[in-house]
């Protein structure tokens, strides 16, 4: 397994495409279009200093299988956006590990708490949340798609693998 972060646009594509695929597994799940693609302006959140985006791979060199991208919010906070692993990769620990992964590059890049949203209907990735320490916590964000906000302190929290 292979997982490498991402900040830098020189790999905007491949972050384009895990996305574009995010958006196609989770309008499928919930039965509605969320977003055709992402827009250029979210591309640009997950680059460097700040935002950055974890990519998985069965094998170096492969296409990723999985990802998860990390942007700034205001008030040392940042936020985890497209948490995805790849229908007939799922059950094998993979969005732990991005989770983790991702974390991790919170804090190095000196996020005091992260933040994310998301849908009952991806119920997997809820309980994933909850097993790593994530509380819920009031709407912050105007989201038409979440049902659920949660938040991490990182000050005082440990995510392992």
């Known amino acids: 397994m292979n997982i490498v972060v991402v900040d830098s646009a020189d790999q905007a594509d491949i972050v384009r495409d895990v996305i574009v695929r995010y958006l196609v597994d989770v309008s499928e799940r919930?039965?509605?279009?969320?977003?055709?693609?992402?827009?250029?302006?979210e591309l640009r959140e997950y680059r460097a200093p700040h935002?950055?985006?974890v990519l998985l791979?069965?094998?170096?060199?492969?296409?990723?299988?999985a990802?998860?991208?990390?942007r700034p919010l205001e008030d040392g906070r940042g936020e985890i956006k497209r948490l995805w692993v790849e229908?007939?990769?799922?059950?094998?620990?993979?969005?732990?590990?991005l989770m983790s992964r991702v974390v991790e590059e919170a804090r190095r890049r000196r996020f005091r708490t992260v933040l994310l949203d998301s849908h009952f209907a991806?119920?997997?990735a809820r309980r994933l949340y909850l097993s790593l320490?994530?509380?819920?916590?009031?709407?912050y964000n105007d989201n038409p798609h979440a049902q659920y906000w949660m938040a991490l302190?990182?000050?005082?929290s440990r995510v392992d693998r």
């Open 51 to 53: 935002g950055a985006f």
């Open 133 to 139: 320490g994530f509380s819920d916590v009031e709407r």
């Open 57 to 65: 791979s069965d094998t170096p060199g492969e296409p990723p299988c």
């Open 153 to 156: 302190s990182l000050e005082n």
């Open 87 to 97: 229908g007939s990769r799922r059950g094998r620990g993979y969005g732990r590990l």
């Open 67 to 70: 990802g998860v991208g990390l």
């Open 122 to 124: 991806l119920d997997e």
């Open 30 to 41: 919930l039965g509605e279009l969320v977003s055709p693609e992402p827009r250029e302006e």
